[in-house]
T-cell receptor
């Protein structure tokens, strides 16, 4: 099945650093979503984006729906230990409720 | 908040066994999904359902079947478990594009 290109695959950062990750696709998406998965749990929705160019924040998290509708990025400012986990992007391609998923970005905070 | 409950967090089964993974949601969602998650491969869709008794194959349905007799319950069945089905299985439900996931079932087939 189709998958989004999500990068980086993993990130090792110091506490307090800003983090940036992105997803790209060759297809145009109508909706972009960002999820976070804590260790041992299922993914949880962080941010949903519905319009090209839309910029949305959720606390220290900011996500944007690319103007071409083929990409999205997620930024985390001033990372803290509880930010560790796997971040997934997902896009809606068709008019049903199936999502296309990125492979995930694993965030690790160096002690 | 919507809650999606998966019946087991950890399961160990023998090769050839028939395995049932149960998922129940409590918010009257129409859509339910089964994914498997493997390192480096992200989430891969096995089956989904938009209504009771309705099912559609996802990207990797081979070796699996599903049942949705009631709106709130979506079961994943491994007809004859094999070692390559060792994985984390995630169930999700949704009203629209915002999926709610269960905590997952980590299945080991020995």
């Amino acid at each position: 099945g189709q998958q989004l290109n999500q990068s980086p695959q993993s990130m090792f950062i110091q506490e307090g650093e800003d983090v940036s990750m992105n997803c790209t696709s060759s297809s145009i998406f109508n909706t972009w979503l960002w999820y976070k998965q804590d260790p041992g749990e299922g993914p949880v929705l962080l941010i949903a984006l519905y319009k090209a160019g839309e910029l949305t924040s959720n606390g220290r998290l900011t996500a944007q729906f690319g103007i071409t509708r083929k990409d999205s990025f997620l930024n985390i400012s001033a990372s803290i230990p509880s930010d560790v986990g796997i971040y997934f992007c997902a896009g809606q391609l068709n008019s049903n409720y199936q999502l296309i998923w990125g492979a995930g970005t694993k965030l690790i905070i160096k002690p | 908040d919507v809650k999606v409950t998966q019946s087991s967090r950890y399961l160990v089964k023998r090769t050839g066994e028939k395995v049932f993974l149960e998922c129940v949601q409590d918010m009257d969602h129409e859509n339910m999904f089964w994914y498997r998650q493997d390192p480096g491969l992200g989430l891969r869709l096995i089956y989904f359902s938009y209504d009771v008794k309705m099912k559609e194959k996802g990207d990797i349905p081979e070796g699996y079947s599903v049942s949705r007799e009631k709106k709130e319950r979506f079961s994943l069945i491994l007809e004859s478990a094999s070692t390559n089905q060792t994985s984390m299985y995630l169930c999700a439900s949704s009203y629209d594009y915002g999926y709610t996931f269960g905590s997952g079932t980590r299945l080991t087939v020995v």
